[in-house]
């Protein structure tokens, strides 16, 4: 099978876009540590680890229930895209949807944040605007 010759677009994103349309859109959600989709972003780690292209948005809400875009589209081969859209955050500035191409992902464990996963080898310095907690993880290292 090869992989498309270039990323499908995402669903398109209404006004207002609440966590329940996210979720019916595919997006994993991730609603003040409420979490939908998150079998989607599994199965894009693994596809990640079996060199098969994928993408996935992660739309993440403010304290003020303003979604954050997180959008991840990996070639099969060796570069994730990542695009950071903060354009519906009332209380943000809009970065203008930059984008960054990165090497991979990694889970940092961390005691005092928590642990979660961020993007390694990136061009620039967008990619610290990732940000994604792993819950699983953070569920296994509480019950220890």
């Known amino acids: 099978v090869s992989p498309p010759a270039k990323p499908i677009e995402f669903p398109a994103v209404s006004d207002p876009y609440g966590a329940d349309q996210a979720a019916a859109n595919g997006d994993i959600v991730n609603v003040h540590g409420k979490m939908y989709n998150l079998d989607k972003w599994k199965l894009f780690l693994e596809n990640l680890d079996k060199g098969v292209p994928n993408q996935v ?3 993440q809400y403010t304290i003020e229930g303003d979604p954050i875009f997180y959008e991840l589209v990996y070639d099969g081969a060796e570069a994730i895209t990542y695009t950071y859209d903060n354009s519906r955050d009332g209380f943000g500035s809009d970065a203008g949807r930059p984008s960054t191409v990165c090497r991979g992902i990694e889970l940092e ?16 310095e967008i990619s610290n605007t990732f ?14």
């Open 109 to 124: 464990k961390n005691k005092e944040l928590g642990s979660h996963y961020k993007l390694t080898g990136c061009d620039n």
């Open 57 to 59: 948005r992660i739309t």
């Open 131 to 144: 940000w994604f907690t792993n819950i699983e993880a953070e569920a296994e290292e509480g019950s220890q």
